[in-house]
């Protein structure tokens, strides 16, 4: 049986910043527990951290891959192909991570192949106008 480590990070809308901690789920750990937890454990007030602020978050999945680099591979990363960038996200239809942009898409087996470039928050510009930049 193959294990995969099940941990996350998440995007904070309002201060346009990753929280890249490495968020495990572990028994009745919610996704929504973490981002509170993280808040506390970075001295915002209880109000900070409540409904509101949790829906300004965006949780985004590890995918139990790493990049040649080394690097964790999570939803919303930016992969380097030969045509183009891709982004990684979750299909629901396959059940399964999915790195696909307007041409083609990377089969999983040679995602520890590419290399990251940026995520979909922090480098949109990646994904706009000619995938062949840069």
């Known amino acids: 049986m193959l294990n995969r480590e099940i941990k996350f990070r998440a995007w904070d ?33 209880k109000d900070e951290c409540g409904l509101q602020r949790i829906n300004s978050v965006v949780i985004m999945q590890y995918t139990g891959l790493k990049d040649r680099n080394g690097k964790e591979i999570y939803e919303g990363d930016i992969l380097r192909g030969r045509s183009g960038f891709y982004p990684v996200s979750w299909d629901i ?11 083609a898409f990377i089969n999983t087996s040679s995602w520890c192949k590419k290399e990251i470039i940026g995520n979909i928050y922090e480098n949109p510009e990646l994904l706009s106008g000619d995938s062949n930049a840069k």
């Open 13 to 45: 809308k309002r201060t346009r910043k990753m929280i890249d901690t490495g968020f495990h789920i572990l028994g009745e750990t919610t996704c929504f527990d973490l981002i509170y937890q993280y808040c506390m454990e970075h001295g915002k007030r």
């Open 93 to 103: 239809e396959y059940a399964s991570f999915m790195a696909v942009n307007n041409y």
